[in-house]
């Protein structure tokens, strides 16, 4: 009996050995093909080469990056340059204010909008030149808000008729 239970357990011990060997052999780890990777595999090789990568990539991306800019600044100094506006002068709107009675004489080719309050027309015939109505205003005819006037003879304008008128005025002009 002593000599049974010695051979199941050798048996039972073979089979399992056997059973491990074939479990490892299946599941191929370590092969040729497929080696494990080892912490000094990791920080040694596969970190440098990772670094050079990106290394390589980032000045790729700088040199692409300092070439457009350099195009879009030789294309920028080709271009010819847009007039500055001068605060108050020809190219901008400056808002007038007058009081009642006051006028705004203006010079050919100044444009006038009126924004609040009452004004009328002055000058010669036709005093002002109404673009939003592609009209002519005489002179004494009032003036409609947000309509876009343009003065086509030199010291026509517009006379205040309320207490206080904000005129916009693109163009030279006096007050009187």
């Known amino acids: ?41 990791l920080t040694e090789v596969f970190k440098k080469q ?13 040199q692409k990056l300092e070439s457009r800019i350099s195009e879009l600044e030789a294309e920028l100094e080709t271009r010819p340059s847009a007039p500055t506006p001068i605060p ?50 005489s002179s004494g005819t009032a003036l409609v808000t947000n309509h876009m006037y343009l003065v086509t003879i030199e010291g026509n304008g517009a006379r205040a008729t309320a207490g206080t008128v904000r005129i916009l005025v693109r163009g030279n002009y006096k007050i009187t």
């Open 50 to 62: 990772v670094m050079d990568d990106t290394k390589k990539a980032e000045q790729e991306l700088a």
């Open 88 to 137: 108050g002068g020809t190219d901008v709107f400056s808002v007038v204010t007058l009081n009642n009675g006051q006028s705004l004489t203006c010079s050919v080719g100044t444009e006038i909008m009126l924004r609040i309050g009452t004004a009328t027309g002055f000058g010669s015939a036709p005093a002002l030149v109404d673009y939003t109505d592609g009209a002519t205003l």
């Open 1 to 41: 009996m002593k000599r049974k239970l010695a051979i199941g357990i050798v048996v039972i011990a073979v089979a399992a050995f056997v059973g491990g060997t074939g479990i490892l052999a299946f599941a191929e780890l370590g092969t040729q093909d497929d080696p494990l990777i080892t912490l000094s595999y």
